[in-house]
């Protein structure tokens, strides 16, 4: 199957720095991206999609200005969590369709990156 | 809106022993239906997958069967292993919008024992 990678697997920051974390379709492009967080014992919430070339469509209750998301290739969406504090720590996950596959929903996921605000 | 139930882990089984998470769903028109595994340290993968009711998903001896009438998709599987410890999300896409985001159920961690 399609392969996605994201970078860095964990990291930790102090409060009020920003992370940036990588997003990146190895063997095929993609044009849409999408941005998930999960918190301890729940589910992954989609916070974003990701469009290569244009604004990415953040879902209700995501800041935009705290978490930037930017596309600008068919193979790397970044996610900037800016600010960031404690109650950002969480694990993002990142995922992708390959559009070879045509009208598939199958997603492929990147490992996730757990972020610790210290 | 769409929406997944799944069973609340942790599971904690014996080696060969049988299992199932019990998984059901909320959603408009007809959507498809996933699990996926999260090893430890690595990111979701695709278990299986059921795009219309009645379909049987099934890999690496794990099965699950839609079932619109129930809105189900227990996942099963004869006599498990402890590489089968992970993490499993049952989770649904409506794609006949053009959509194809996911709705994850919260998990459901298993642990198999020798």
């Known amino acids: 199957g399609a392969v996605v990678s994201q970078h860095p697997s964990w990291v930790i920051c102090k409060s009020g720095t920003s992370v940036k974390i990588e997003c990146r379709s190895l063997?095929?492009?993609?044009?849409?991206m999408f941005w998930y967080r999960q918190f301890p014992k729940q589910s992954l919430m989609l916070m974003a999609t990701s469009n290569e070339g244009s604004k990415a469509t953040y879902e209700q209750g995501v800041e935009k200005d705290k978490f930037l998301i930017n596309h600008a290739s068919l193979t790397l969406s970044t996610l900037t969590v800016t600010s960031a504090h404690p109650e950002d720590s969480s694990f993002y996950i990142c995922?992708?369709?390959?559009?070879?596959?045509?009208?598939?929903?199958?997603?492929?996921f990147g490992q996730g990156t757990r972020l610790t605000v210290v | 809106g769409n929406s997944v139930t799944q069973m609340e882990g942790p599971v904690t089984l014996s080696e060969e022993a049988f299992l199932t998470i019990n998984c059901t769903y909320t959603a408009t028109g007809y959507p498809s239906l996933f699990w996926y595994v999260q090893y430890p340290g690595e990111g979701l993968q695709l278990l299986l997958k059921a795009t219309k009711a009645d379909d049987k998903g099934s890999n690496k001896g794990f099965e699950a069967t839609y079932r619109k009438e129930t809105t189900s998709f227990h996942l099963e599987k004869g006599s498990v292993q402890v590489s089968d410890s992970a993490v499993y999300f049952c989770a649904l896409a409506n794609s006949g919008a053009g959509s194809y985001q996911l709705t994850f159920g919260k998990g459901t961690k298993l642990s198999v024992i020798p």
């Open positions: 063997d095929f492009q993609a044009t849409t």
């Open positions: 995922s992708a369709r390959d559009p070879r596959q045509g009208g598939s929903t199958e997603a492929f």
